[in-house]
């Protein structure tokens, strides 16, 4: 694993972690199979985030890929006053003692970028979010260190996932994160079959905005990593026939697709973007759900497909500006 900074304009000067593994030989399964019966178990959420930043408006999606039966959906939460999250892999857990699931998506406390608990240190993320990051550490570092079973998986594999979308302070703009938890396990010596299993810090993947004069692309980011199959960013500079298909049958489709295969998806119309989505997305989902949501800096976050399962309302933060992105569904006039 190595780091590199980015400095190039617009983008953050933050420490980057490239990915160094996948999960090519990771039972995903294990955590709800291997484990003792009286012990924690984690539901895991599979899928794809995607993410296309258009002129003034960023147009985001979760597709739900399961990767165990019964699996959760990816799930979709307001992190701050700026910032969406999509949650993947153990984003819940179960006690078997409690019909309650625990949810990483709920009860979420924000930090403020002040917090002088959560400065970055040189070589760790930007304030905001490694404030974020380090509230799921803090959230998942309980529930890790239940599992006191051995689990037959890589140290290299996250076992929990964020993507993390909005905009950054100080004008630099659309911002997309990927942050990945990955957890270490050590055997007890003098207790037997007794493991000791921590959480380690989490690592931070820029995926937008790209470096300077590279070209501005749909963004995806999936779990597992190794999930088989083309991008959306690759159907369409592929001339994917049935996405070259909306184009034709559709002009403001056709100029979207024009400057997503021109590198310039930053120029794209915010309404026709966002129409296009909803248009490919079931192309691509084939049986599997999605949602699928609009964000931008003047009117925040709203719903083009809504998920199946009811957004719980969350406690407000006093703090929170009035216009900060929001979940919730409008109530109807």
Same mark, same amino acid.
């Given at each position: 694993?190595?780091?590199?900074?980015?400095?190039?304009?617009?983008?953050?000067?933050?420490?980057?972690?490239?990915?160094?593994?996948?999960?090519?030989?990771?039972?995903?399964?294990?955590?709800?199979?291997?484990?003792?019966?009286?012990?924690?178990?984690?539901? =895991?959420?599979?899928?794809? /985030?995607?993410? #296309?930043?258009?002129? @003034?408006?960023?147009?985001?999606?979760? +597709?739900? &890929?399961? *990767?165990?039966?019964?699996?959760?959906?990816?799930?979709?939460?307001?992190?701050?006053?700026?910032?969406?999250?999509?949650?993947?892999?153990?984003?819940?857990?179960?006690?078997?003692?409690?019909?309650?699931?625990?949810?990483?998506?709920?009860?979420?406390?924000?930090?403020?970028?002040?917090?002088?608990?959560?400065?970055?240190?040189?070589?760790?993320?930007?304030?905001?979010?490694?404030?974020?990051?380090?509230?799921?550490?803090?959230? =998942?570092?309980?529930?890790? /260190?239940?599992? #006191?079973?051995?689990? @037959?998986?890589?140290?290299?594999?996250? +076992?929990? &996932?964020? *993507?993390?979308?909005?905009?950054?302070?100080?004008?630099?703009?659309?911002?997309?994160?990927?942050?990945?938890?990955?957890?270490?396990?050590?055997?007890?010596?003098?207790?037997?079959?007794?493991?000791?299993?921590?959480?380690?810090?989490?690592?931070?993947?820029?995926?937008?905005?790209?470096?300077?004069?590279?070209?501005?692309?749909?963004?995806?980011?999936?779990?597992?990593?190794?999930t088989k199959g083309p991008?959306?960013?690759?159907?369409?500079?592929?001339?994917?026939?049935?996405?070259?298909?909306?184009?034709?049958?559709?002009?403001?489709?056709?100029?979207?697709?024009?400057?997503?295969?021109?590198?310039q998806a930053q120029k794209?119309?915010?309404?026709?973007?966002?129409?296009?989505?909803?248009?490919?997305?079931?192309?691509?989902?084939?049986?599997?759900?999605?949602?699928?949501?609009?964000?931008?800096?003047?009117?925040?976050?709203?719903?083009?497909?809504?998920?199946?399962?009811?957004?719980?309302?969350?406690?407000?933060?006093?703090?929170?500006?009035?216009?900060?992105?929001?979940?919730?569904?409008?109530?109807?006039?």
């Amino acid at each position: 694993m190595f780091s590199l900074f980015l400095r190039a304009p617009f983008v953050r000067p933050i420490t980057v972690a490239l990915l160094a593994g996948v999960l090519c030989a990771f039972p995903l399964g294990a955590l709800a199979q291997d484990q003792h019966e009286d012990e924690i178990i984690a539901n =895991l959420a599979g899928g794809r /985030a995607i993410v #296309h930043v258009a002129k @003034d408006a960023i147009i985001l999606a979760a +597709i739900n &890929q399961p *990767v165990e039966r019964n699996s959760i959906p990816p799930r979709v939460m307001d992190l701050d006053a700026t910032h969406i999250g999509i949650l993947f892999g153990a984003s819940e857990w179960r006690i078997p003692a409690d019909p309650r699931p625990i949810r990483l998506d709920r009860n979420f406390q924000r930090v403020s970028r002040g917090d002088p608990r959560y400065q970055s240190s040189p070589g760790e993320g930007e304030t905001d979010l490694e404030t974020i990051g380090i509230a799921y550490l803090e959230k =998942l570092r309980p529930l890790i /260190a239940q599992l #006191h079973h051995k689990i @037959d998986f890589s140290p290299d594999d996250p +076992i929990f &996932q964020i *993507v993390i979308i909005g905009y950054a302070p100080n004008d630099y703009g659309p911002e997309v994160w990927v942050v990945e938890y990955r957890m270490e396990q050590e055997q007890v010596a003098t207790r037997g079959d007794y493991w000791q299993t921590r959480i380690q810090r989490p690592r931070f993947t820029q995926l937008y905005p790209p470096e300077k004069h590279a070209p501005r692309m749909i963004v995806e980011s999936r779990y597992p990593p190794d999930t088989k199959g083309p991008t959306l960013a690759e159907l369409i500079q592929g001339n994917d026939p049935n996405i070259t298909h909306l184009g034709s049958g559709e002009p403001r489709f056709a100029k979207v697709l024009d400057n997503l295969r021109g590198g310039q998806a930053q120029k794209a119309a915010p309404i026709d973007s966002a129409d296009f989505m909803r248009a490919v997305l079931p192309l691509i989902a084939g049986n599997s759900t999605f949602v699928l949501g609009t964000m931008d800096e003047r009117h925040g976050f709203e719903w083009m497909v809504p998920p199946e399962e009811p957004v719980e309302k969350v406690q407000e933060d006093k703090n929170r500006p009035p216009d900060a992105p929001t979940l919730r569904r409008a109530p109807k006039p």
